[in-house]
């Protein structure tokens, strides 16, 4: 009977670890540093200085693929119209949260909106079918 249970435990401490080792209890940044840019899935780490530069371009366009938006960190204008495509064959939403901005993206198809006059800001967005996987930050000046 010995002979079965050791290996069986040695099994589950190993299947343990590995679960344990990469994908939860990440705490918190504890640098002791001031400095919030580094949060993952919070949009931080997109500034103006690091975010793709949109913000001569009327209309400005994101592109969803492979369940991404590229660029997932850019600036635009806010009096600025907005198109996105969509390459992918499932469908996907162009959300900003805390703004009136939900825009439908049917599966390989061109959305083409007017500007939402956004005041200039820091916004979060994402699809909302696919959430926090499929997101960004649009800085707009
Ligand atoms: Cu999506």
């Known amino acids: 009977m010995r002979r079965v249970t050791i290996p069986?435990?040695?099994?589950?401490?190993?299947g343990a670890a590995a679960c344990g080792g990469d994908s939860s209890e990440t705490p918190p940044s504890d640098d002791g540093g001031a400095v919030i840019t580094e949060s993952p899935g919070g949009g931080g780490g997109c500034t103006e200085d690091t975010?793709?530069?949109?913000?001569?371009?009327d209309p400005f366009t994101v592109v969803a693929e492979n369940i991404r938006f590229s660029p997932d960190c850019f600036t635009a204008s806010g009096s600025a119209a907005i198109t996105i495509e969509n390459r992918d064959g499932v469908d996907h939403t162009f959300t900003i949260e805390g703004t009136q901005v939900d825009a439908p993206l049917p599966a390989n198809e061109t959305f083409n909106g007017e500007?939402?006059?956004?005041q200039p800001g820091t916004y979060g967005f994402l699809c909302t079918i696919h959430g926090a996987s499929m997101s960004g930050t649009v800085i707009v000046v």
């Open 8 to 14: 069986l435990v040695a099994l589950l401490m190993l």
């Open 115 to 118: 500007s939402a006059g956004l």
């Open 51 to 57: 975010a793709t530069d949109l913000s001569g371009d």
